[in-house]
């Protein structure tokens, strides 16, 4: 088994568990709005890693650029930084800063958008843009003669300051979600200092330190090199993707059989062990195969 695939399947296998643990967030009590948030979060990341493997299944690795869909599709798992942060706003209990006030005008109170729908907002208009700018390839060609092609010019400026456009955007984003990770850390770690109930201070403890390492390695594979054009090794960027669905979700994981985290049911709690159990048991046998192939 070459380096390639025993990425390729890792990615895959803790990207399923990933889902599989979300779902089961999910399926326990949908009403619940830290439910819904918990198992987003965990549905985004795990998409992440699936995309991690599919760009390192055999055949992919020596290919210089990804096919389009797989490009746009790479854009949805940043949604898991503004889910991030709005759980880490509403848990253990709703921060005062996600009460949006309503505007009232002659005694009408007018609609205004949530704190949820201000949080992904940046996020949408991201995704689209970068949809809209890969599958849409507009050529103009102008005529040589005429009134017309006195516009020449000014397309072509206009071409230099799109494109200048969109390379500031793509790394002004990059930073925007390091910026929203840090400042979920932030929360996080505020959460656990503000709490006094033991259990609830256990459960904010492991979710907190397990987030904060997931982030510090989903920026060292992804955010930084964005923010300061550099480019991690494919393998490197694989082994810490690796890293942070391991810490991050496995910290949820953790509070959910350790400390009773969002009240699941004991069956749910022993499929989610069982499950990352299995998921570990894959992964070290893979390990072993590949360095018995090795030799």
Same mark, same amino acid.
């Given at each position: 088994?070459?380096?390639?695939l025993?990425?390729?399947?890792l990615?895959?296998?803790?990207g399923?568990?990933v889902?599989?643990?979300?779902?089961?967030?999910?399926?326990?009590?949908?009403?619940?709005?830290?439910?819904?948030?918990?198992?987003?979060?965990?549905?985004?990341?795990?998409?992440?890693?699936?995309?991690?493997?599919?760009?390192?299944?055999?055949?992919?690795?020596?290919?210089?650029?990804?096919?389009e869909?797989?490009?746009?599709?790479?854009?949805?798992?940043?949604?898991?930084?503004?889910?991030?942060?709005?759980?880490?706003?509403?848990?253990?209990?709703?921060?005062?800063?996600?009460?949006v006030?309503?505007?009232?005008?002659a005694?009408?109170?007018?609609?205004?958008?949530?704190?949820?729908?201000?949080v992904?907002?940046?996020?949408?208009?991201?995704?689209?843009?970068?949809?809209?700018?890969?599958?849409?390839?507009?050529?103009?060609?102008?005529?040589?003669?005429?009134?017309l092609?006195?516009?020449?010019?000014l397309?072509?400026?206009?071409?230099?300051?799109?494109?200048?456009?969109?390379?500031f955007?793509?790394?002004?984003?990059?930073?925007v979600?390091?910026?929203?990770?840090?400042?979920?850390?932030?929360?996080?770690?505020?959460?656990?200092?503000?709490?006094?109930?033991?259990?609830?201070?256990?459960q904010?403890g492991?979710?907190?330190?397990?987030?904060?390492?997931s982030?510090?390695?989903?920026?060292i594979?992804?955010? =930084?090199?964005?923010? $300061?054009?550099?480019r991690?090794?494919? /393998?490197? +960027?694989?082994? !810490?993707?690796? @890293? #942070?669905?391991? &810490?991050?979700?496995?910290?949820?994981?953790?509070?959910? =059989?350790?400390?009773? $985290?969002?009240?699941?049911?004991?069956? /749910?709690? +022993?499929?989610? !062990?069982?499950? @990352? #159990?299995s998921? &570990?048991?894959?992964?070290?046998?893979?390990?072993?195969?590949?360095?018995?192939?090795?030799?």
């Amino acid at each position: 088994m070459n380096s390639h695939l025993a990425l390729s399947t890792l990615n895959l296998g803790l990207g399923g568990l990933v889902f599989l643990l979300g779902l089961v967030i999910l399926r326990e009590n949908p009403q619940l709005r830290l439910n819904r948030l918990v198992a987003m979060m965990l549905f985004f990341g795990g998409f992440g890693a699936v995309l991690a493997g599919i760009a390192f299944l055999p055949g992919r690795a020596d290919q210089s650029a990804a096919p389009e869909l797989l490009q746009n599709m790479s854009y949805v798992w940043e949604f898991f930084f503004p889910t991030l942060f709005a759980f880490a706003s509403v848990f253990p209990e709703e921060r005062a800063f996600t009460q949006v006030p309503h505007p009232v005008i002659a005694g009408r109170r007018l609609w205004a958008p949530g704190f949820t729908t201000l949080v992904f907002a940046p996020y949408v208009f991201h995704f689209v843009l970068m949809v809209l700018i890969t599958m849409w390839k507009p050529h103009l060609t102008l005529p040589t003669q005429g009134p017309l092609h006195l516009l020449s010019p000014l397309l072509q400026v206009a071409g230099v300051f799109g494109g200048l456009f969109l390379v500031f955007h793509q790394a002004l984003f990059s930073l925007v979600n390091l910026g929203v990770g840090l400042a979920t850390m932030a929360l996080l770690f505020n959460s656990w200092r503000r709490a006094k109930v033991p259990r609830l201070r256990r459960q904010l403890g492991a979710i907190a330190v397990g987030m904060s390492a997931s982030l510090v390695c989903y920026s060292i594979a992804t955010l =930084v090199p964005g923010v $300061f054009n550099f480019r991690v090794p494919d /393998a490197w +960027r694989a082994v !810490l993707t690796i @890293l #942070a669905l391991t &810490l991050g979700p496995g910290s949820i994981a953790y509070s959910i =059989v350790r400390y009773k $985290f969002l009240d699941l049911k004991l069956l /749910a709690r +022993r499929g989610i !062990l069982y499950a @990352l #159990a299995s998921g &570990l048991l894959v992964g070290v046998y893979l390990l072993v195969v590949g360095r018995l192939n090795h030799y």
